[in-house]
């Protein structure tokens, strides 16, 4: 079957760091998505990693292990804009749709 | 990058009514997704609307209660059919491609329907 899991709810201050863990089980693996999703918003794009390492952008970084099935999303210097769902989504196969977490919410504070 | 504009963005609707949802993208691309997001959840794909054959819906989804048209390489619509308040939700498209190391994905803006 297919499972990602990551954790439903993080806290963090402001100009703090935070990862956000994902875990997945898929059938197929063409990729690891990471979108960030405001209240009442569509989701925005922020990641794609398909071979193993880190890719920085800016104060956010993804990082991918395939033989783990594991990945992270690592926010640094943290704003009050950054507070917003998370979600981590696996592409299983070239060009088909893609399979999403339940997302994680995290709330910045002062 | 793709530009997506889904109308529209909101709904309002009567239960038994239905709704049929745009999505019109700026260049050609071969599969679009249908994606609905039910409060405080995460995205849920309905179906791959594939140009020049029929969607392909996933488990739990029907197309007649969610028909699909995709008449070209740059459009498509869902229509969510015989309403009732279980089918409030955000309803997305997305396109993307991904077969290399530089890739995206994307989604149009949402429509968010509430059936009363």
């Known amino acids: 079957g297919q499972n990602i899991d990551q954790p439903t709810e993080m806290t963090a201050t402001e100009g703090a760091i935070v990862q956000i863990n994902c875990t997945y089980q898929?059938?197929?693996?063409?990729?690891l998505f990471w979108y960030q999703q405001h209240a009442g918003e569509a989701p925005t794009f922020l990641s794609y990693n398909v071979l193993d390492g880190l890719e920085e952008k800016g104060r956010f970084s993804s990082f991918l292990s395939r033989s783990k099935g594991y990945s992270y999303l690592l926010l640094k210097e943290l704003q009050m804009k950054d507070s917003a769902s998370y979600l981590c989504a696996v592409g299983n196969q070239a060009g088909t749709a893609l399979i999403f977490g339940k997302g994680t919410t995290l709330s910045v504070s002062s | 990058s793709a530009v997506i504009s889904q109308k529209p963005s909101r709904d309002i609707c009567q239960r038994g009514t239905s709704l049929t949802i745009q999505c019109q993208v700026d260049?050609?691309?071969?599969?679009m997704f249908w994606y609905r997001q039910q409060p405080g959840q995460s995205l849920t794909l309905i179906a791959t609307a594939n140009q020049g054959s029929e969607a392909t819906y996933e488990s739990g989804f029907v197309i007649d209660k969610f028909p699909i048209s995709r008449p070209n390489l740059t459009f498509s619509t869902l229509t969510v059919s015989n309403m009732s308040p279980e089918d409030s939700s955000i309803y997305l498209c997305?396109?993307?491609?991904?077969?290399?190391?530089?890739?995206?994905?994307?989604f149009g803006q949402g429509t968010r329907l509430t059936v009363v």
């Open positions: 997305s396109v993307g491609s991904w077969a290399g190391v530089n890739t995206e994905a994307f």
């Open positions: 260049s050609q691309v071969t599969m």
């Open positions: 898929t059938s197929g693996f063409n990729g």
